[in-house]
């Protein structure tokens, strides 16, 4: 950073552009932007360090005010880094080369809610419980229903491409998304086209949808949203083996037969997980809950099919309370005292790919991991949560029980671990990730990942962001120039 004195002139400038109370310079509020859940900046501060800090957080109350205080950052060249409620488990608002964090929790209103055409229009900065709340109390849902859901911001679902626990039916946030407003790295406010489906050339729309910053800051969307549904129906089941539920999954997405929830846990996570949190006593094996969102009469047209397909692969069928248990505590996997914490070593390592490669994915995973890891007792689990119409996502986790106290020496054995975990997934047909992002955490893979069309995310980089003041050191792209 600058000299104290250049650094008290562009505070000067930041304070003139959003108002006094709304920068902050103290090492105090500062502290809490360099760590989300990402466990290696959560590891430093458990071994006393501090991780890297903003040399100033802005909170701006509108896009206006956006746009100024990132065209005093293009002129002295110092990062800006988009925050919205920190809850992201990559690494993705790290300032690893300092400069400006912009908190956008003030850009927190609902525009308007379009009846007639069934859409909202909302600020980037709102929290998605509220949002969620405020649809519900007008008969709408946005059916974008993450474990984050108390913790997140809009802009932080549209920048990670988030996923939500319903998505099998209605899509993934970028699916959900319609348009955008934008504050680009040299501060002009855009909006993309009213429509994401469309002849008038490329869309620009996805430039944005999770690009996690680097591109831009996202400001304003308009969304579809959904009314809520008529009835809602849960079926659990236990199959004898992860792979006949794979099968039964797989068929019922061919069939087209569109549930809202097909959530299959591996037989390690079902021993372990499912009995502790949800209370409940299963049997070994591989369990199943299968969910549908609609009118009655379709529901039992659909329901009556996967139950038959299920069967058809084994499975023994549960009661419907141990279904709603799931759904009743399906955010307990997530919180104190089941969520993974320290003194663990951890990660969440989802990914995707077509059925076809989808177990194979699944087990040279594992073995790989768990053989090479032997010393450290590794332990790999899974369960598949977002279905597609041609795949499935694994959200697949390792523990390590006992890691290296040094923190020198865990972040290498993390980072091995997660570069033997990225890569394996990749040679097996699978993705980087599926709905967490990249952020810092899996920068480093991104030019694997893309190989010689990494230049094309590359050039818009440099064309839109030429001084990469946007978030640098993410998504692949290098540090500020």
Same mark, same amino acid.
């Given at each position: 950073?600058?000299?104290?004195?250049?650094?008290?002139?562009?505070?000067?400038?930041?304070?003139?552009?959003?108002?006094?109370?709304?920068?902050?310079?103290?090492?105090?509020?500062?502290?809490?932007?360099?760590?989300?859940?990402?466990?290696?900046?959560?590891?430093?501060?458990?071994?006393?360090?501090?991780?890297?800090?903003?040399?100033?957080?802005?909170?701006?109350?509108?896009?206006?005010?956006?746009?100024?205080?990132?065209?005093?950052?293009?002129?002295?060249?110092?990062?800006?880094?988009?925050?919205?409620?920190?809850?992201?488990?990559?690494?993705?608002?790290?300032?690893?080369?300092?400069?400006?964090?912009?908190?956008?929790?003030?850009?927190?209103?609902?525009?308007?809610?379009?009846?007639?055409?069934?859409?909202?229009?909302?600020?980037?900065?709102?929290?998605?419980?509220?949002?969620?709340?405020?649809?519900?109390?007008?008969?709408?849902?946005?059916?974008?229903?993450?474990?984050?859901?108390?913790?997140?911001?809009?802009?932080?679902?549209?920048?990670?491409?988030?996923?939500?626990?319903?998505?099998?039916?209605?899509?993934?946030?970028?699916?959900?998304?319609?348009?955008?407003?934008?504050?680009?790295?040299?501060?002009?406010?855009?909006?993309?086209?009213?429509?994401?489906?469309?002849?008038?050339?490329?869309?620009?729309?996805?430039?944005?949808?999770?690009?996690?910053?680097?591109?831009?800051?996202?400001?304003?969307? +308009? #969304?579809?949203?959904?009314?809520?549904?008529? $009835?809602?129906?849960?079926? /659990?089941? *236990?199959?004898?083996?992860?792979?006949? =539920?794979?099968?039964?999954?797989?068929?019922?997405?061919?069939?087209?037969?569109?549930?809202?929830?097909?959530?299959?846990?591996?037989?390690?996570?079902?021993?372990?997980?499912?009995?502790?949190?949800?209370?409940?006593?299963?049997?070994?094996?591989?369990?199943?809950?299968?969910?549908?969102?609609?009118?009655?009469?379709?529901?039992?047209?659909?329901?009556?099919?996967?139950?038959?397909?299920?069967?058809?692969?084994?499975?023994?069928?549960?009661?419907?309370?141990?279904?709603?248990?799931?759904?009743?505590?399906?955010?307990?996997?997530?919180?104190?005292?089941?969520?993974?914490?320290?003194?663990?070593?951890?990660?969440?390592?989802?990914?995707?790919?077509?059925?076809?490669?989808?177990?194979?994915?699944?087990?040279?995973?594992?073995? +790989? #991991?768990?053989?090479?890891?032997?010393?450290? $007792?590794?332990?790999?689990? /899974?369960? *598949?949560?977002?279905?597609?119409?041609? =795949?499935?996502?694994?959200?697949?986790?390792?523990?390590?029980?006992?890691?290296?106290?040094?923190?020198?020496?865990?972040?290498?054995?993390?980072?091995?671990?997660?570069?033997?975990?990225?890569?394996?997934?990749?040679?097996?047909?699978?993705?980087?990730?599926?709905?967490?992002?990249?952020?810092?955490?899996?920068?480093?893979?991104?030019?694997?990942?893309?190989?010689?069309?990494?230049?094309?995310?590359?050039?818009?980089?440099?064309?839109?962001?030429?001084?990469?003041?946007?978030?640098?050191?993410?998504?692949?792209?290098?540090?500020?120039?």
């Amino acid at each position: 950073m600058q000299h104290q004195l250049q650094r008290r002139m562009i505070e000067s400038e930041l304070i003139d552009a959003v108002g006094r109370d709304w920068v902050l310079t103290e090492e105090a509020d500062r502290i809490i932007y360099g760590v989300d859940y990402m466990w290696i900046p959560r590891m430093w501060i458990d071994r006393g360090l501090v991780p890297p800090l903003p040399d100033f957080v802005v909170l701006p109350k509108d896009a206006e005010q956006i746009a100024k205080v990132v065209r005093i950052a293009n002129v002295y060249r110092i990062p800006i880094i988009p925050w919205g409620g920190g809850s992201g488990s990559q690494g993705g608002i790290m300032p690893v080369y300092g400069g400006i964090t912009i908190d956008l929790k003030r850009l927190n209103r609902i525009v308007e809610i379009n009846h007639e055409a069934q859409t909202v229009t909302v600020l980037a900065g709102i929290n998605g419980y509220e949002l969620e709340s405020a649809l519900n109390n007008e008969g709408y849902t946005l059916a974008h229903i993450p474990a984050s859901l108390h913790s997140a911001t809009l802009g932080g679902y549209i920048a990670c491409r988030g996923s939500g626990v319903l998505s099998t039916k209605y899509g993934k946030i970028e699916d959900i998304v319609l348009s955008l407003e934008v504050v680009l790295p040299m501060g002009e406010i855009i909006r993309t086209l009213p429509l994401p489906n469309h002849a008038a050339g490329p869309g620009i729309l996805d430039l944005f949808v999770g690009a996690e910053g680097s591109y831009g800051i996202i400001t304003e969307a +308009t #969304l579809k949203i959904e009314k809520i549904p008529e $009835e809602r129906r849960f079926r /659990a089941f *236990l199959f004898g083996s992860l792979k006949e =539920g794979l099968e039964a999954g797989k068929t019922i997405m061919l069939e087209r037969l569109n549930p809202s929830v097909i959530r299959l846990y591996d037989e390690p996570e079902t021993a372990k997980r499912i009995k502790k949190i949800l209370g409940i006593s299963v049997e070994q094996g591989s369990y199943m809950v299968l969910g549908f969102d609609e009118k009655k009469q379709l529901i039992d047209i659909k329901e009556k099919t996967s139950v038959g397909i299920c069967s058809g692969f084994g499975a023994k069928e549960l009661s419907d309370d141990i279904a709603w248990e799931w759904w009743r505590h399906r955010y307990n996997f997530f919180f104190p005292p089941h969520a993974l914490d320290f003194p663990l070593m951890f990660g969440t390592m989802d990914t995707l790919c077509t059925f076809d490669k989808i177990e194979n994915l699944y087990w040279t995973k594992k073995q +790989t #991991l768990e053989e090479r890891y032997r010393e450290w $007792e590794l332990e790999y689990f /899974a369960h *598949l949560s977002h279905w597609y119409a041609w =795949g499935v996502m694994l959200y697949d986790r390792f523990i390590v029980k006992n890691p290296p106290q040094d923190p020198e020496e865990a972040l290498s054995l993390h980072n091995e671990i997660w570069n033997v975990a990225v890569r394996t997934s990749i040679a097996c047909g699978g993705v980087l990730n599926e709905h967490h992002g990249v952020g810092l955490k899996l920068a480093r893979l991104m030019r694997e990942q893309y190989g010689p069309a990494f230049c094309v995310l590359e050039g818009l980089k440099k064309s839109l962001d030429p001084h990469n003041i946007m978030n640098p050191g993410k998504m692949g792209f290098g540090p500020i120039e």
